[in-house]
Protein backbone atom coordinates (compact mmCIF):
# COMPACT_ATOMS: atom_id res chain seq x y z
CA UNK A 1 0.00 0.00 0.00
CA UNK A 2 2.43 2.75 1.01
CA UNK A 3 4.48 1.78 -2.48
CA UNK A 4 1.40 2.00 -4.33
CA UNK A 5 0.97 5.79 -2.76
CA UNK A 6 4.96 7.11 -3.26
CA UNK A 7 4.53 5.52 -6.69
CA UNK A 8 0.79 7.80 -7.55
CA UNK A 9 2.73 10.91 -5.99
CA UNK A 10 5.68 10.29 -7.76
CA UNK A 11 3.57 10.17 -11.09
CA UNK A 12 1.75 13.12 -10.04
CA UNK A 13 4.71 14.87 -9.58
CA UNK A 14 6.21 14.31 -13.14
CA UNK A 15 3.10 14.13 -14.56
CA UNK A 16 2.08 17.80 -13.50
CA UNK A 17 5.48 19.44 -13.00
CA UNK A 18 6.98 22.28 -14.79
CA UNK A 19 3.57 23.18 -16.69
CA UNK A 20 3.08 26.39 -19.00
CA UNK A 21 0.30 28.92 -18.48
CA UNK A 22 -2.93 27.84 -19.12
CA UNK A 23 -3.05 24.31 -18.64
CA UNK A 24 -5.77 22.75 -16.93
CA UNK A 25 -5.44 19.57 -14.74
CA UNK A 26 -8.19 17.02 -14.72
CA UNK A 27 -9.00 13.86 -12.52
CA UNK A 28 -10.99 11.56 -14.12
CA UNK A 29 -12.48 7.60 -14.36
CA UNK A 30 -10.71 5.06 -16.59
CA UNK A 31 -14.24 4.29 -18.33
CA UNK A 32 -13.63 7.64 -19.38
CA UNK A 33 -9.59 7.83 -20.14
CA UNK A 34 -9.86 4.15 -21.92
CA UNK A 35 -11.87 4.73 -24.43
CA UNK A 36 -10.35 7.41 -25.87
CA UNK A 37 -12.70 10.16 -25.52
CA UNK A 38 -10.15 12.56 -23.56
CA UNK A 39 -7.76 12.47 -26.58
CA UNK A 40 -10.37 13.52 -29.01
CA UNK A 41 -11.90 16.14 -26.62
CA UNK A 42 -8.59 18.07 -25.54
CA UNK A 43 -7.36 18.35 -29.20
CA UNK A 44 -10.43 20.23 -29.89
CA UNK A 45 -10.79 22.08 -26.50
CA UNK A 46 -7.32 23.34 -26.90
CA UNK A 47 -8.26 24.53 -30.50
CA UNK A 48 -11.28 26.27 -29.12
CA UNK A 49 -9.64 27.83 -26.19
CA UNK A 50 -5.67 27.50 -26.24
CA UNK A 51 -5.69 25.74 -22.77
CA UNK A 52 -4.26 22.66 -22.31
CA UNK A 53 -6.32 19.63 -20.90
CA UNK A 54 -3.50 17.29 -18.87
CA UNK A 55 -5.49 14.31 -16.77
CA UNK A 56 -4.66 11.18 -14.84
CA UNK A 57 -7.04 8.21 -14.81
CA UNK A 58 -7.91 6.50 -11.44
CA UNK A 59 -11.39 5.06 -9.94
CA UNK A 60 -13.72 8.21 -9.10
CA UNK A 61 -13.12 7.34 -5.22
CA UNK A 62 -8.86 8.15 -6.30
CA UNK A 63 -10.08 11.00 -8.45
CA UNK A 64 -11.85 12.96 -6.01
CA UNK A 65 -8.87 12.07 -3.34
CA UNK A 66 -6.57 13.63 -5.55
CA UNK A 67 -8.79 16.95 -6.19
CA UNK A 68 -9.33 17.24 -2.13
CA UNK A 69 -5.40 17.00 -1.34
CA UNK A 70 -5.40 20.27 -4.31
CA UNK A 71 -3.40 17.82 -7.29
CA UNK A 72 -6.35 18.89 -9.82
CA UNK A 73 -7.87 21.50 -10.78
CA UNK A 74 -11.33 19.76 -12.31
CA UNK A 75 -13.03 15.97 -11.75
CA UNK A 76 -14.58 14.29 -13.98
CA UNK A 77 -16.51 11.40 -12.34
CA UNK A 78 -19.41 9.05 -11.91
CA UNK A 79 -20.44 8.40 -8.79
CA UNK A 80 -22.94 11.00 -7.32
CA UNK A 81 -23.10 9.81 -3.52
CA UNK A 82 -19.20 10.23 -3.52
CA UNK A 83 -19.57 13.71 -5.39
CA UNK A 84 -21.66 14.69 -2.72
CA UNK A 85 -19.68 14.11 -0.19
CA UNK A 86 -17.13 16.19 -1.88
CA UNK A 87 -19.46 19.15 -2.38
CA UNK A 88 -20.64 18.81 1.04
CA UNK A 89 -16.99 18.81 2.19
CA UNK A 90 -16.35 21.99 0.64
CA UNK A 91 -14.11 20.75 -1.89
CA UNK A 92 -15.84 21.10 -4.72
CA UNK A 93 -17.74 23.55 -6.76
CA UNK A 94 -20.44 23.77 -9.45
CA UNK A 95 -21.31 20.77 -10.53
CA UNK A 96 -22.55 19.80 -13.78
CA UNK A 97 -23.96 16.80 -14.97
CA UNK A 98 -22.55 15.97 -18.54
CA UNK A 99 -23.10 13.03 -20.24
CA UNK A 100 -24.44 9.20 -19.32
CA UNK A 101 -24.35 5.25 -20.50
CA UNK A 102 -25.19 2.59 -19.06
CA UNK A 103 -23.74 -0.29 -17.13
CA UNK A 104 -24.20 -3.65 -18.40
CA UNK A 105 -23.68 -7.13 -17.20
CA UNK A 106 -21.49 -9.24 -19.28
CA UNK A 107 -20.24 -12.66 -19.01
CA UNK A 108 -19.40 -15.64 -21.36
CA UNK A 109 -21.02 -16.08 -24.63
CA UNK A 110 -21.93 -19.59 -23.16
CA UNK A 111 -23.59 -17.95 -19.84
CA UNK A 112 -23.36 -20.86 -17.91
CA UNK A 113 -25.61 -19.06 -15.12
CA UNK A 114 -28.36 -18.36 -17.27
CA UNK A 115 -28.65 -14.40 -16.84
CA UNK A 116 -29.79 -14.12 -20.27
CA UNK A 117 -32.73 -15.37 -19.15
CA UNK A 118 -33.53 -12.96 -16.06
CA UNK A 119 -36.36 -10.64 -16.85
CA UNK A 120 -35.21 -8.15 -13.83
CA UNK A 121 -32.18 -7.15 -12.34
CA UNK A 122 -32.37 -8.89 -8.96
CA UNK A 123 -33.27 -11.93 -11.14
CA UNK A 124 -29.58 -11.63 -12.76
CA UNK A 125 -27.94 -11.18 -9.85
CA UNK A 126 -29.21 -13.78 -7.59
CA UNK A 127 -28.58 -16.23 -10.71
CA UNK A 128 -24.82 -14.82 -10.76
CA UNK A 129 -24.95 -15.96 -7.02
CA UNK A 130 -26.24 -19.56 -6.96
CA UNK A 131 -24.32 -20.50 -9.86
CA UNK A 132 -21.12 -20.34 -8.43
CA UNK A 133 -19.55 -19.09 -11.79
CA UNK A 134 -16.85 -16.36 -11.09
CA UNK A 135 -17.67 -12.52 -10.44
CA UNK A 136 -14.96 -9.85 -11.01
CA UNK A 137 -15.07 -6.74 -9.19
CA UNK A 138 -12.92 -3.92 -9.86
CA UNK A 139 -12.46 -3.35 -5.91
CA UNK A 140 -10.92 -0.26 -6.69
CA UNK A 141 -12.92 2.05 -4.98
CA UNK A 142 -14.76 3.16 -8.30
CA UNK A 143 -17.53 4.82 -9.50
CA UNK A 144 -18.39 1.34 -11.24
CA UNK A 145 -17.13 -0.91 -8.14
CA UNK A 146 -19.72 1.58 -5.73
CA UNK A 147 -22.33 0.84 -8.03
CA UNK A 148 -21.65 -2.76 -8.33
CA UNK A 149 -21.64 -3.09 -4.32
CA UNK A 150 -25.05 -1.35 -4.37
CA UNK A 151 -26.42 -3.34 -7.04
CA UNK A 152 -25.54 -6.93 -4.44
CA UNK A 153 -26.81 -4.64 -1.61
CA UNK A 154 -30.42 -5.39 -3.39
CA UNK A 155 -29.83 -9.20 -3.01
CA UNK A 156 -28.40 -9.11 -0.12
CA UNK A 157 -25.24 -8.71 -0.69
CA UNK A 158 -22.08 -10.38 -3.01
CA UNK A 159 -21.68 -13.82 -3.63
CA UNK A 160 -19.53 -15.80 -0.57
CA UNK A 161 -17.72 -17.85 -3.37
CA UNK A 162 -15.56 -17.62 -6.36
CA UNK A 163 -16.07 -13.12 -5.73
CA UNK A 164 -12.68 -11.78 -7.51
CA UNK A 165 -11.75 -8.31 -6.82
CA UNK A 166 -8.95 -6.87 -9.16
CA UNK A 167 -7.71 -3.82 -7.35
CA UNK A 168 -7.61 -2.83 -11.22
CA UNK A 169 -9.18 -0.28 -13.78
CA UNK A 170 -12.34 -1.52 -16.07
CA UNK A 171 -10.17 -2.54 -19.13
CA UNK A 172 -8.00 -4.76 -16.78
CA UNK A 173 -10.74 -6.17 -14.93
CA UNK A 174 -12.46 -7.21 -18.14
CA UNK A 175 -10.09 -9.19 -19.72
CA UNK A 176 -9.25 -10.96 -16.74
CA UNK A 177 -13.14 -12.14 -16.60
CA UNK A 178 -12.89 -13.25 -19.81
CA UNK A 179 -9.72 -15.48 -19.15
CA UNK A 180 -11.85 -16.94 -15.84
CA UNK A 181 -14.69 -17.20 -17.91
CA UNK A 182 -16.74 -14.86 -15.69
CA UNK A 183 -19.23 -11.66 -15.27
CA UNK A 184 -18.57 -8.56 -14.52
CA UNK A 185 -20.26 -5.27 -14.19
CA UNK A 186 -18.99 -2.36 -16.80
CA UNK A 187 -20.31 0.62 -18.43
CA UNK A 188 -21.40 0.79 -21.96
CA UNK A 189 -18.73 2.92 -22.99
CA UNK A 190 -16.04 1.01 -22.07
CA UNK A 191 -17.24 -2.43 -23.20
CA UNK A 192 -17.78 -0.93 -26.84
CA UNK A 193 -14.71 1.30 -26.70
CA UNK A 194 -11.92 -1.23 -26.30
CA UNK A 195 -10.58 -4.29 -28.12
CA UNK A 196 -9.28 -7.58 -26.63
CA UNK A 197 -12.60 -9.18 -24.87
CA UNK A 198 -14.73 -10.78 -27.98
CA UNK A 199 -15.12 -13.69 -25.77
CA UNK A 200 -17.53 -11.12 -23.43
CA UNK A 201 -21.10 -10.43 -24.44
CA UNK A 202 -23.56 -8.35 -22.70
CA UNK A 203 -25.80 -10.60 -20.74
CA UNK A 204 -28.41 -8.49 -18.68
CA UNK A 205 -29.20 -4.53 -19.36
CA UNK A 206 -32.15 -2.15 -19.81
CA UNK A 207 -32.56 -2.28 -15.75
CA UNK A 208 -33.44 1.84 -14.26
CA UNK A 209 -30.95 1.42 -11.68
CA UNK A 210 -28.09 0.87 -14.11
CA UNK A 211 -27.71 4.12 -15.30
CA UNK A 212 -24.50 5.91 -15.51
CA UNK A 213 -24.28 9.29 -14.94
CA UNK A 214 -21.25 11.43 -15.36
CA UNK A 215 -20.44 14.96 -13.87
CA UNK A 216 -17.59 17.20 -13.83
CA UNK A 217 -16.54 19.17 -10.69
CA UNK A 218 -14.55 22.66 -10.22
CA UNK A 219 -12.20 22.41 -7.05
CA UNK A 220 -12.84 24.86 -4.92
CA UNK A 221 -10.55 27.63 -5.10
CA UNK A 222 -11.42 28.62 -1.61
CA UNK A 223 -10.16 25.83 -0.32
CA UNK A 224 -6.85 25.25 -2.82
CA UNK A 225 -5.60 28.84 -4.00
CA UNK A 226 -3.43 27.18 -6.50
CA UNK A 227 -6.80 25.64 -8.10
CA UNK A 228 -6.68 26.88 -12.03
CA UNK A 229 -10.78 27.95 -11.12
CA UNK A 230 -11.36 29.66 -13.94
CA UNK A 231 -9.43 27.10 -16.43
CA UNK A 232 -11.72 25.06 -15.12
CA UNK A 233 -14.90 26.43 -15.36
CA UNK A 234 -13.89 27.41 -19.21
CA UNK A 235 -13.96 23.58 -19.43
CA UNK A 236 -17.33 23.35 -17.88
CA UNK A 237 -18.79 26.23 -20.16
CA UNK A 238 -17.60 24.39 -23.40
CA UNK A 239 -18.49 20.65 -22.36
CA UNK A 240 -21.95 21.94 -21.28
CA UNK A 241 -21.96 24.09 -24.32
CA UNK A 242 -24.16 22.45 -27.69
CA UNK A 243 -20.50 22.49 -29.06
CA UNK A 244 -19.34 19.92 -26.34
CA UNK A 245 -22.53 18.15 -26.12
CA UNK A 246 -22.14 17.37 -29.98
CA UNK A 247 -18.74 16.61 -29.67
CA UNK A 248 -19.90 13.69 -27.18
CA UNK A 249 -22.86 12.63 -29.11
CA UNK A 250 -20.48 12.36 -32.61
CA UNK A 251 -17.72 10.11 -30.15
CA UNK A 252 -19.11 6.56 -31.60
CA UNK A 253 -16.93 3.19 -31.26
CA UNK A 254 -18.77 0.12 -33.43
CA UNK A 255 -21.31 2.73 -34.22
CA UNK A 256 -22.38 3.27 -30.97
CA UNK A 257 -22.41 6.33 -28.85
CA UNK A 258 -20.61 5.76 -25.85
CA UNK A 259 -21.03 8.78 -24.11
CA UNK A 260 -24.95 10.53 -24.35
CA UNK A 261 -24.93 14.06 -23.61
CA UNK A 262 -27.12 15.23 -21.29
CA UNK A 263 -26.08 18.75 -20.09
CA UNK A 264 -29.66 20.29 -21.40
CA UNK A 265 -32.06 17.40 -19.95
CA UNK A 266 -33.85 18.90 -16.68
CA UNK A 267 -34.20 16.12 -13.61
CA UNK A 268 -32.14 13.42 -15.36
CA UNK A 269 -29.82 13.00 -12.20
CA UNK A 270 -32.45 12.02 -9.74
CA UNK A 271 -31.27 8.11 -10.23
CA UNK A 272 -29.02 6.81 -7.64
Not at 229 to 244: D, E
Request: hydrophobic share 40%.
Amino acid sequence: MKRAKFLLIFLLLGFFSARPDKVLRLATTTSVDGTGLLDYLAERFYQDTGIKLQWIAVGTGKALRLAREGNVDLVWVHCKELEMEFLQGGYGVNRRVIARNYFIIVGPGSDPAGVKQAKALKEALNKIKSSGVPFISRGDGSGTHQKELYLWSLVGGKPEKNYFETGQGMAQTLRIAQEKQGYTLCDTGTFYGIKGIDKLVPVFSGSPELENIYSVIAVNPFKWKNAHYQLAMRFIAWITSPVGQELLRNYKREGKILFEPIADIPGVDLLK
